[in-house]
């Protein structure tokens, strides 16, 4: 069976007076600034849980990163003396 991968390579590209934006963190929060005037509410709201759950995926991840580094940071538990 070939278990071929397949993914989603979607191009976008914003064009700002005729001009291909370039990607950059300003200029995608720029852009999404430009877009929140034309969303309804329910899209507001929609977002607005969509983040929260992006910031809380985050925050867990960060906490299980921290757990890692400190069970791999000096002293190792194996050199503990106890």
């Known amino acids: 069976m070939n278990t071929e991968q397949k993914t989603n390579k979607a191009t976008?590209?914003?064009y700002i007076d005729g001009k291909e934006m370039l990607y950059s963190h300003?200029?995608?929060v720029a852009a999404i600034n430009n877009f929140l005037p034309y969303l309804t509410?329910?899209?507001l709201d929609e977002m607005k849980k969509t983040c929260h759950r992006l910031?809380?995926?985050r925050k867990q991840k960060e906490y299980l990163a921290k757990l890692e580094t400190l069970k791999h940071s000096?002293?190792?538990p194996d050199t503990i003396k106890q």
Request: net charge negative; glycine share 0%.
């Open 41 to 43: 509410n329910d899209d």
């Open 74 to 76: 000096w002293p190792y």
């Open 26 to 28: 300003q200029n995608i």
């Open 12 to 14: 976008i590209r914003i």
């Open 55 to 57: 910031k809380d995926h």
